[in-house]
């Protein structure tokens, strides 16, 4: 372990306080994170792993969500307490994101040209040629004649290809961390395996830390360092990622990897969670 | 397009010749001391002593009918004579265009742009207390009916505080500034509220879609993204909107230009339902209709021009 | 109509309108979302204010057994006022002196119009006049936008396209043009502003109910209650209607303050309600040449004004806060 993690979020406490009642969507939660490593939260939809991601930047609308405690520590500078200025050149500058829908995520009336450009004079003014910049950066995610493609509208492109321009738009600005939330969760299964393909390769270009959130142990196998399971808006597990496949310790995360369907087993149905059981586990 | 059309034919004539006895007309025209001669003349000269639908008497074309008459003559723009003054009703269109043009355009173009620019600011510092002040005083403004406008208006700018002539209209340089600037402040104020309400509604609509979060995690500022991003997405609602207050443009305010002596064609309505002139009338809601069949396509062109999702065909 | 019928009328007519707000309030769909209301203040003081006005409009609806100068029954609002004298024309607020006659006068509290009648009283049933042509216009069109709505919904094809064409053709005759052609034809009056609203007001409340029901007959239940075999006429009342009900009640609120300032707008215009009758939209009329007398004569299209704009205003305050309460999300 080094000395400084390049992300430290300590004990970082959420609330949504609403006129129909407080939820704690995040609780206590604790995790480190070192340069070019990648940590995948798993978690189902409702645990607070999303939530946890939009934190890393104070993406979430406040009101409702508000900050009860903790620190997010990007090299040592808390994000939660900075100016508005210094935290709009970290969005997109160090942490850059990738969200689950590409097809709404990206703004249907701008070219993608215009949406890749914008990223890039916002946190790189000293490139010249933006045109050539975001060719190249099309390049890189394996969208092919890119200079065809400039001018097209999201809607013009498959969405496996949207979700290359957003992978694109991310990487555009060489922030040090990646957060993709759910980035296959939308797509067909063929175009799932490329794309976590294609993150793979990126990954060893650029040397950027990701942050991969999914509810799907089966991408997290050999794509991520370590594993951080979250339950009810806690952590409940956290390890690296040989050592939770093989042993899981919490009853939730033997549920979650045993709902992975194995090839060539014959598994008669699909598994579903019981969480009365992992309650009743946790209680006693 | 066309059997809407129609549909507005067979609407307006069952309510000017089905639900209307042609006596009262005349009546109304002629005046109470009109001999029954004179009545029955005038009767005759209009047509409404035809049958309704059908000639069935023989001798007579099937389609010699006040109805077919009456559609044939509004499909070829042919709009007859005014009840009262026997003017061609086609005429005091083109006369009353302009003037109604001069105060309506400035205050579309002005009243739109400052709607978009507080709504958005409204937007800007939602859920404040700002915002919630904001949003009550759009309900009181449109909970004013425009003619207190107008009345206040000219009272307090024109006669109480003389800044502005109370009354008249020219076209010759500094007198369009000088006459108009009064009725075109009154008109945008007018529709100020319920505007910005509106688009107030579409803006935050717009800002929970997902490119809105992408644009925050790119390290846009709120003011970039909602000038950007929200209100480029906003505006394909706001078009909608916008584009069906075409016929009001031509056909000018009902309430403000007679209050301000402007001979446009809100003038020339308002006259007509003074005097009943049902000819003028008439002509005026057809125009209507057809200006705002025109708006509906102009608002289809808006959106393939700023959607490009929508391709013409 | 005699006094007894119309006291019997008025009485029965608030009756069922309590009974009918009281199943709802108590329904168990609505519990929510009225909770929600509960805590909204701005909902609360718009409903407060709405009601007094209710009760100050029933009151000249009301007539008691005694009788006013003309020999028509006085209504309780005129019992109310029957020891604030007639005046021969204007006069000021608190003021005491008659402008024509240099008398001394009783007070009036909002002063008189030109005719010697307290503006008060006349503002006071200008609020009833609004109030009657809101309740019947809403009578005309409540129904024809509900039932047209929810059938072109429910059974689509070839009567959807047909209500889609009604809808459209009407809506493309610029409404208040629409609006004085039939006012002109029909004729001044009560009944005749009440129809001619009624009848060019139900496209927005028809397109509303359209667009619901198709996404409700789309929902599962729908199909559920379809596959076992409930009749159509059952689906709409026991699943539809309750769903698409609030829909209707806020559309009511909002649409009640469209038809008191049409009202006042035809009125002003001159071809809403006949001479003599009491309306806001005349009293502002009225005014165009009162405030260019010397002394300026405001206080008559103040109070017009001021009562219009506060029921409009409590009207709009309470129909938002009841969409916020059904629909948290909502802008």
């Known amino acids: ?284 | 397009m066309i059997p809407i059309i129609l549909g507005v034919m067979v609407i307006t004539f069952v309510l000017f010749y089905m639900l209307q006895k042609p006596e009262t007309m005349a009546r109304h025209i002629l005046g109470p001391k009109a001999s029954p001669q004179a009545v029955e003349n005038w009767i005759k000269l209009r047509g409404y002593d035809k049958p309704v639908f059908i000639n069935t008497q023989t001798g007579h074309h099937w389609y010699d009918s006040q109805f077919c008459t009456y559609i044939v003559s509004l499909a070829t723009f042919n709009l007859g004579v005014s009840d009262t003054t026997g003017q061609p009703v086609i005429d005091r269109f083109k006369e009353g265009a302009i003037p109604s043009l001069t105060i309506t355009v400035p205050a579309f173009f002005l009243g739109l742009a400052l709607a978009l620019s507080i709504s958005l600011f409204f937007v800007y510092v939602r859920e404040t207390s700002i915002d919630f002040a904001g949003t009550i005083f759009a309900v009181a403004l449109m909970s004013i009916p425009v003619m207190v406008y107008v009345i206040f208006g000219q009272w307090l700018l024109a006669v109480h505080f003389k800044y502005f002539p109370a009354y008249g209209f020219s076209l010759d340089g500094a007198g369009i500034v000088r006459f108009l600037a009064l009725p075109v402040m009154i008109l945008i104020f007018g529709g100020l509220g319920s505007d910005i309400r509106m688009y107030r509604a579409i803006f935050l609509e717009e800002i929970r879609n997902d490119y809105v979060r992408t644009a925050y995690a790119k390290g846009l500022s709120s003011g970039a993204v909602l000038l950007c991003h929200v209100l480029k997405n906003g505006m394909i609602n706001i078009i909608t909107l916008t584009v069906s207050a075409l016929p009001m443009l031509i056909l000018g305010s009902l309430v403000l230009e007679t209050f301000f002596g402007i001979p446009g064609l809100g003038n020339m309505a308002l006259d007509a339902i003074h005097t009943s002139d049902f000819a003028v009338i008439r002509a005026t809601t057809y125009i209507g209709t057809l200006l705002y069949l025109f708006g509906l396509l102009l608002t289809d062109l808006c959106y393939a021009w700023v959607d490009p999702r929508i391709k013409l065909q | 109509m005699t006094p007894l019928t119309q006291n019997i009328l008025v009485f029965a007519f608030i009756g069922i309108f309590i009974l009918i707000v009281t199943l709802f309030v108590r329904s168990p769909r609505w519990a929510r979302p009225l909770s929600r209301f509960s805590r909204s203040y701005s909902g609360w003081i718009a409903l407060t204010i709405v009601v007094i006005y209710l009760v100050i409009a029933t009151s000249n609806l009301i007539l008691t057994p005694w009788a006013q100068a003309d020999g028509r029954p006085m209504s309780l609002l005129d019992l109310a006022f029957k020891n604030v004298p007639k005046e021969t024309s204007y006069s000021a607020p608190f003021t005491k002196i008659d402008f024509k006659n240099r008398k001394l006068l009783s007070v009036h509290i909002l002063g008189t119009d030109a005719l010697g009648k307290d503006v008060l009283q006349q503002t006071m049933k200008g609020a009833s006049t609004a109030l009657l042509i809101g309740t019947l216009t809403s009578l005309i069109y409540i129904p024809i936008g509900v039932i047209l709505g929810i059938s072109a919904g429910y059974y689509k094809r070839y009567l959807d396209d047909i209500v889609q064409y009604l809808y459209s053709t009407v809506a493309s005759i610029p409404g208040i043009l629409l609006l004085v052609a039939i006012m002109i034809v029909l004729g001044k009056g009560i009944p005749q502003i009440s129809f001619a609203l009624g009848i060019t007001g139900w496209i927005g409340l028809c397109r509303l109910l359209r667009g619901e029901t198709l996404r409700q007959t789309e929902r599962q239940y729908c199909e559920a209650a379809r596959a076992l075999g409930e009749r159509d006429s059952s689906i709409i009342f026991r699943h539809i209607l309750p769903n698409v009900m609030h829909l209707v009640m806020i559309n009511f609120v909002l649409g009640f303050s469209g038809i008191i300032l049409a009202e006042a707008i035809l009125s002003y215009i001159g071809v809403g309600v006949p001479i003599g009758t009491a309306s806001w939209g005349a009293m502002i009329d009225a005014a165009r040449m009162e405030l260019s007398r010397e002394p300026k004569v405001w206080w008559n299209i103040l109070s017009a004004t001021g009562a219009l704009f506060i029921l409009v205003l409590s009207l709009n305050l309470l129909g938002d806060a009841l969409r916020k309460a059904f629909d948290p999300k909502a802008p």
Do not use: W
């Open chain 1, 1 to 284: 372990m080094s000395s400084s993690p390049l992300l430290s979020v300590k004990n970082l406490s959420i609330r949504f306080e609403t006129d129909e009642g407080n939820v704690d969507a995040v609780k206590n939660v604790s995790f480190d994170l070192q340069a070019g490593e990648t940590l995948a939260i798993v978690g189902e939809s409702g645990s607070g792993k999303s939530v946890t991601s939009l934190a890393l930047t104070r993406l979430l609308p406040e009101p409702p969500a508000k900050y009860v405690s903790g620190t997010i520590l990007l090299k040592d500078q808390d994000v939660l307490t900075m100016a508005p200025s210094n935290l709009r050149k970290i969005r997109g500058g160090e942490i850059a994101y990738i969200f689950q829908e590409p097809s709404t995520s990206l703004n249907p009336v701008f070219t993608i040209r215009n949406q890749i450009a914008e990223a890039i004079r916002l946190h790189r003014p000293e490139v010249k040629d933006i045109d050539a910049e975001v060719i190249s950066t099309l390049n890189a995610v394996g969208i092919v004649n890119p200079e065809q493609r400039l001018h097209d509208y999201p809607h013009q492109l498959s969405g496996g290809m949207q979700q290359r321009v957003m992978i694109a738009m991310a990487l555009s600005c060489h922030p040090q961390i990646l957060v993709a939330d759910e980035p296959t969760t939308a797509l067909d299964v063929t175009i799932q395996a490329q794309i976590m393909e294609e993150l793979r390769q990126l990954r060893q270009k650029f040397g950027t830390a990701i942050i991969l959130i999914t509810h799907n142990f089966g991408i997290v196998k050999g794509f991520a360092d370590r594993v951080a399971v979250m339950y009810r808006g806690q952590i409940v597990e956290h390890g690296p990622t040989e050592q939770i496949l093989q042993s899981p310790q919490h009853p939730y995360t033997k549920a979650l990897i045993a709902c992975i369907p194995k090839m060539g087993t014959k598994q008669r149905r699909l598994l579903t969670i019981d969480h009365d059981e992992i309650d009743k586990a946790l209680a006693g």
